[in-house]
Nanobody
Framework: QVQLVESGGGLVQAGGSLRLSCAAS????MGWFRQAAGKEREFVSA???????SYGDSVKGRFTISRDDAKNTVYLQMNSLKPEDTAVYYC??????????????????WGQGTQVTVSS
């Protein structure tokens, strides 16, 4: 059973930064999604086993995804945060690490979510 443990969420002022971490029980293709209150879950970023990356349009240029395979951990560095970035952020994983996957349905395993709140 794949386990994903997220950390790093919190409250930050607009323009600030946060780094989310997702510790996995192995090496997988990983993704980050977010869900704001009353909205559908949205793709944020993804990374494959060889370091290939994808980003959602709303976060390009502000967020950076990376991975440390020695720690089986994926990071999401979030800079220039805006109030509209407020959401629960989820990491996700799938065993096939060849591609970056941007669709929610492509992931089998999900973390419990971590709240990010950006105040104006």
């Amino acid at each position: 059973q794949v386990q994903l443990v997220e950390s790093g969420g919190g409250l930050v002022q607009a323009g600030g930064s946060l780094r989310l971490s997702c510790a996995a029980s192995g090496r997988y293709a990983m993704g980050w999604f977010r869900q704001a209150a009353g909205k559908e879950r949205e793709f944020v970023s993804a990374i494959n086993g060889s370091g290939g990356k994808s980003y959602g349009d709303s976060v390009k240029g502000r967020f950076t995804i990376s991975r440390d395979d020695a720690k089986n951990t994926v990071y999401l560095q979030m800079n220039s945060l805006k109030p509209e970035d407020t959401a629960v952020y989820y990491c996700a994983a799938r065993g096939d690490a060849y591609y970056t996957y941007t669709q929610e349905s492509q992931y089998r395993y999900w973390g419990q979510g971590t709240q990010v709140t950006v105040s104006s």
